[in-house]
C-alpha cells in the first residue's frame, strides 16, 4: 500500500513499508530516464537500481550515440546516465552534442575511467555529475538522480 506525500503541485512522494519513492502528481508525465551504456548487463543493473528507487519512472536504454540521439528525439528524458566508452562517439563527445540540443537535460556520467582530464571535460561539455563506477555506490548514484528530480 502506497502513501502519498505531496512536495509541490507536481512532484509527489510514495512511501510503501517504511521505504519513500518520488513520483509525479496525477495528471503530469512521470520522469524519464535514459541509461547510455554498452554493456547490456550494466544497463540492466542500472535499470534494476533505478525501478527499485523509483518505481513510477521510465526508463530507456541505448547501447551507443545513434541510439541515444533517436530517443532522445522520441521521448525526451529528464536525465541521463552516461558511460564515456562507447562505440563511434564517445560519452563526452555526446554529452555536448545532446547539452546543446537539449539544455535542460541532466547529465550524469557513470564511467570507470577515473581520469583529470576526462573529469575536466565533462564539466566542460556541461555533464552535471562524474561519478566512477566501481567506487560510487548506489546511494551516491541514487543521491545524484534525488538531487535532479527534486532540486530544492
Known amino acids: 500500500m502506497y502513501s502519498e506525500i505531496m512536495f509541490s503541485p507536481t512532484i509527489s512522494c510514495f512511501q510503501r513499508?517504511?521505504?519513500?519513492?518520488?513520483?509525479i502528481a496525477k495528471g503530469i508525465p512521470t520522469m524519464k530516464a535514459l541509461i547510455v551504456e554498452d554493456s547490456a548487463a550494466f544497463r540492466e543493473m542500472t535499470r534494476n537500481?533505478?525501478?527499485?528507487?523509483?518505481p513510477f519512472m521510465r526508463i530507456s536504454d541505448a547501447a551507443n550515440a545513434v541510439e541515444?540521439?533517436?530517443?532522445?528525439?522520441?521521448?525526451?528524458?529528464?536525465?541521463i546516465l552516461m558511460d564515456i566508452?562507447?562505440?563511434g562517439k564517445n560519452g563526452l563527445e555526446l554529452t555536448r552534442e545532446i547539452k546543446a540540443l537539449y539544455p535542460r537535460v541532466a547529465v550524469i556520467i557513470l564511467t570507470s575511467y577515473d581520469f583529470p582530464e576526462y573529469r575536466e571535460a565533462a564539466k566542460r561539455f556541461g555533464a552535471d555529475y562524474f561519478l566512477v563506477k566501481g567506487?560510487?555506490?548506489t546511494n551516491e548514484i541514487l543521491s545524484s538522480?534525488?538531487?535532479?528530480?527534486?532540486?530544492e
Open 68 to 79: 541515444a540521439l533517436r530517443e532522445l528525439a522520441r521521448d525526451c528524458p529528464d536525465f
Open 85 to 87: 566508452r562507447l562505440p
Open 49 to 54: 537500481m533505478l525501478m527499485a528507487r523509483f
Open 145 to 151: 538522480i534525488d538531487s535532479i528530480v527534486s532540486p
Open 135 to 137: 567506487t560510487a555506490r
Open 17 to 23: 513499508s517504511g521505504k519513500v519513492y518520488l513520483g
